[in-house]
């Protein structure tokens, strides 16, 4: 029988232990390390996503149960008050600079698009903590929490880009902080109504699809034929108050559109003026896939309890879950598209130490397929009574 390593070891082989090392030193993080290096922290935070632990006592208790596995992993039995520190402690930048690397080799296994067909999602969810526990996070008179802005790709579907914030800062401020490339189609929900950045955006040639505000003061320059289901209204416009006319002074669209499912009316707003009304209604229905992400990620990582109370141990517990969520993408991309990231999710976690390849644990039954037995060589005899 063929020897393997256990699963998270073979996941773990997506991410070369000397390319996240040459991270480390980089950003100092082993500096004046004696008893848990960053890659001890990384595995076992791995481990805390994958195999589903709940706090920081039960993942040291779980990490170390399995010992006899830590020589494979490159790691060691770990403590809770060094675990803690370490989470307090280290650069964040270590496990940003990861997470990149794993996006990269996500899209490199994916086929390659023109610009200007890329389309990006934007929008951000809140993560609720307990006010009494995360007083840095506080938000409101009785709540805390933070927001992670992201940037999705919907044909990767990965997230392209995100970053933390308090739970406060308004998703429009959070705009001059996401990286914009040029070319691109980027679809965004009414709260980033932003006629500034709806023009930058145009000035370095990129597309924007968005919802338009109900009290928005304009003028219809041209009015289209309505072609597509659910296509109401189809008009070029320009903007006509004041601060509006100098944040953005092109022609935009406005569509006006009823969706089937509820016959809720919606107004989009797009510097588009090429693509039809059908089009640009069905790219916004895209922005569904970043509501999914976000519902996925809080079902199945663990960012909604926290192993330690720091805003620097919050992030990286984040970025670890992201991290995990790449991991995953790519066991998807090796050949395994046939099964959903959920499936995989819960095979990984109650597979995570054992020694079958990821072939086995994904494939259970074909596993169990048995050959068909053969005819022996062995002489039969048969049993007479004289």
């Not at 006899?68 to 060094?82: D, K, P």
């Not at 086929?111 to 938000?139: G, S």
């Not at 517990?317 to 099964?339: D, E, N, P, R």
Request: proline share 3%.
């Amino acid at each position: 029988m063929k020897h393997h390593n256990i699963v998270l070891h073979q996941l773990l082989k997506f991410l070369p232990r000397q390319r996240f090392q040459a991270v480390v030193d980089r950003h100092n993080g082993d500096h004046r390390t004696r008893s848990l290096s960053c890659w001890d922290q990384l595995v076992s935070l791995l481990f805390c996503q994958l195999s589903g632990r709940q706090s920081l006592r039960d993942l040291v208790d779980s990490f170390n149960s399995k010992s006899a596995h830590h020589y494979h992993l490159g790691t060691r039995l770990i403590r809770r008050s060094s675990l803690s520190d370490a989470n307090r402690d280290r650069p964040l930048a270590i496990f940003q600079e990861t997470f990149f690397y794993l996006l990269e080799k996500v899209r490199d296994r994916l086929p390659k698009q023109d610009a200007v067909e890329m389309v990006r999602l934007i929008d951000a969810t809140t993560i609720d903590l307990n006010l009494n526990q995360f007083e840095w996070a506080k938000f409101r008179s009785t709540k805390a929490g933070i927001k992670l802005h992201t940037v999705y790709d919907p044909h990767a579907e990965v997230p392209v880009f995100f970053e933390m914030s308090n739970a406060k800062v308004n998703d429009r401020k959070a705009l001059s902080t996401l990286p914009m490339l040029g070319g691109m189609t980027y679809v965004v929900d009414r709260a980033y109504n932003d006629y500034g950045w709806y023009y930058s955006l145009t000035q370095q040639g990129s597309k924007f699809v968005g919802r338009m505000k109900t009290n928005a003061v304009y003028e219809v320059v041209e009015t289209r034929p309505e072609k597509g289901d659910g296509v109401l209204a189809d008009e070029v416009i320009r903007l006509t108050s004041s601060k509006a006319k100098k944040d953005c002074p092109i022609p935009l669209r406005r569509i006006t559109f009823r969706r089937a499912e509820d016959q809720k009316l919606l107004v989009f707003i797009s510097n588009d003026l090429d693509r039809s009304a059908a089009e640009i209604a069905s790219l916004y229905k895209q922005r569904w896939q970043i509501e999914l992400f976000f519902k996925w990620i809080k079902q199945n990582l663990k960012i909604k309890r926290f192993l330690g109370r720091s805003e620097n141990a919050v992030h990286i517990q984040v970025l670890t879950a992201m991290i995990s969520y790449l991991l995953m993408k790519l066991v998807q991309l090796a050949g395994y598209g046939h099964l959903s990231l959920q499936q995989i999710s819960r095979l990984m976690s109650i597979n995570l130490t054992s020694r079958r390849s990821i072939h086995q644990v994904l494939n259970p039954e074909k596993e169990r397929k048995r050959k068909t037995p053969q005819d022996s060589p062995q002489l039969k005899f048969g049993l007479s009574f004289v």
